[in-house]
């Protein structure tokens, strides 16, 4: 049974039974108020017109002679008939269509010789009071009076609720049907969500849509059997899909240890491969260095500080492959002092020859600012700046690479006269991937100024684009100074 029809069966049924059993309630309250009321009013009526008995008839031979004469009868309300008995039980006036016999009622007020039985009609609601004489009761009244309007009133009422429960039946069918309908909707959506998910993860797996009767059928038993009847369509194809995709997850998460185990070998290998070529060229500079002109010395030296620092990271690449923990963030090994001006002087250095090549001017400097980091990296996050501010700049232009002092922090600052970052790029140019120029004529992977916000975070800082400069752009690594 679909689980919104069963919501609303239960929801109408819960509802009608309260219903129904309010509507009983007020019935039987509203008999037993009547019947209450009734009596009272009888009562009340019978003991004035006893009482009025006792003041005309004093003894039992003048009640004898005055109630056949019926006096005060016709002051009784319409319906109500009245009869008078002697204490033994013989009837003295009254209706004789009512029974020759005193009533119930009368009867627990008489003494009879003998036992009479009663004589009581069932439509009728009868009540009796004593006639009281100069030396005590000297008879009995009883009154009573017809039930029928009575009863078709209750009936009336019986009829109101029954009304009263159809509607109200209705209403809540109509409402029950909404709400069923609003909880199961995410119910239905939740598993609609889980066999796409499912489907996502394992192409493979039947997506058949009498998969959830067909899984609960593999898994018959009479347990089963009878647990099956309190479920409903939409939960076993619920329960289905989460098994599906529990299956999917296990298998995804599967293909992922498998790739990270490929990835984790791919770098050990490209390292392995890095390492023997840069091993050569650091052989071949040592080789070269007894051998050059002492101009060419600067040159050389530079290009033995570089393959140092590539031969530190290929290094640094391979133990962190080797003890799993290559998560993509970079890990500072080598942190010590390391000055800014200097760091700035050096990277200008490395970059002059291809600056005037591509006619820029470069320029650079700043005051001595020490920082506990990583050298090589923010040698790197440096290198990465420059490199496309000196890619954005026209030739004519002018590259300013600077070390300051604000406050606690040191800056380093890259300025170019390039086009500037475009206002839809600033912040996602930040991002692996995103390149800010042209993506034909670039010539970048996107990866530079992701890596240099990682090294700046690694190091307590951060990287940012002044977006207040202008013409050109302004990119800038904050770091905390060392204190001395």
Not at 109 to 114: A, K, N, Q
Not at 161 to 183: D, E, H, K, M, P
Not at 335 to 342: I, K, Q
């Amino acid at each position: 049974m679909a689980l919104t029809l069963r919501l609303t069966l239960t929801y109408l049924l819960v509802t009608l039974a309260g219903v129904l059993l309010l509507g009983a309630g007020f019935v039987v309250l509203a008999e037993r108020e009547l019947a209450s009321q009734r009596e009272r009013e009888l009562s009340a009526q019978a003991e004035i017109f006893a009482a009025l008995l006792g003041e005309l008839a004093t003894t039992p031979a003048a009640l004898r002679a005055l109630a056949p004469s019926s006096l005060g009868a016709d002051l009784l309300p319409s319906g109500t008939s009245a009869r008078i008995f002697s204490t033994t039980g013989a009837r003295l006036a009254g209706d004789p269509d009512l029974g020759p016999f005193p009533s119930r009622a009368a009867l627990e007020l008489m003494r009879p010789p003998l036992p009479l039985p009663a004589s009581q009609a069932s439509l009728r609601r009868y009540v009796a009071a004593p006639i009281g004489g100069a030396d005590g009761p000297i008879g009995v009244l009883e009154l009573s009076r017809d039930s029928s309007d009575d009863l078709r009133f209750l009936a009336g009422v019986r009829r109101l609720a029954v009304q009263a429960a159809v509607v109200a039946a209705a209403v809540v069918a109509l409402v029950s049907l909404l709400v069923a309908r609003t909880i199961a909707g995410p119910i239905v959506a939740l598993t609609r969500r889980a066999e796409a998910l499912a489907a996502t993860l394992d192409p493979g797996a039947a997506t058949s849509s009498g998969a959830p009767a067909a899984a609960i059928a593999t898994r018959w038993s009479p347990g089963a059997w009878l647990a099956g009847l309190a479920r409903t369509r939409e939960l076993a194809a619920l329960d289905t899909s989460l098994d599906r995709l529990s299956s999917g997850l296990h298998a995804y998460i599967a293909r992922i240890g498998e790739l990270e185990q490929s990835r984790s070998r791919f770098y050990r290998g490209v390292s392995h491969e890095l390492r023997t070529p840069l091993t050569a060229i650091s052989a071949g500079l040592e080789n070269l260095a007894d051998r050059v002109p002492a101009a060419q010395r600067p040159a050389l030296l530079t290009l033995e500080v570089e393959t140092a620092r590539l031969s530190r990271l290929v290094d640094e690449l391979i133990e962190r492959s080797a003890r799993g923990a290559d998560d993509g963030r970079f890990t500072l090994t080598n942190r010590s002092p390391v000055d800014l001006g200097g760091l700035v002087a050096e990277v200008c250095a490395l970059l002059e020859g291809r600056a005037r090549r591509a006619g820029v001017d470069l320029r650079g400097g700043g005051p001595s600012l020490k920082v506990d980091g990583d050298r090589d990296r923010l040698k790197q996050a440096l290198l990465n700046m420059a490199d496309n501010a000196l890619r954005v700049t026209p030739p004519g232009g002018t590259v300013l690479i600077a070390a300051a002092r604000a406050g606690a922090l040191a800056r380093l600052a890259v300025m170019d006269e390039g086009p500037g970052v475009p206002a839809e790029l600033r912040e996602r140019i930040w991002e692996r991937g995103v390149r800010g120029g042209d993506e034909e004529t670039d010539g970048s992977a996107g990866l530079g100024l992701a890596i240099t916000r990682e090294i700046a975070a690694a190091h307590g800082g951060r990287a940012y684009l002044d977006e207040r400069y202008g013409p050109g752009a302004r990119f800038v690594i904050e770091l905390p100074l060392l204190e001395a």
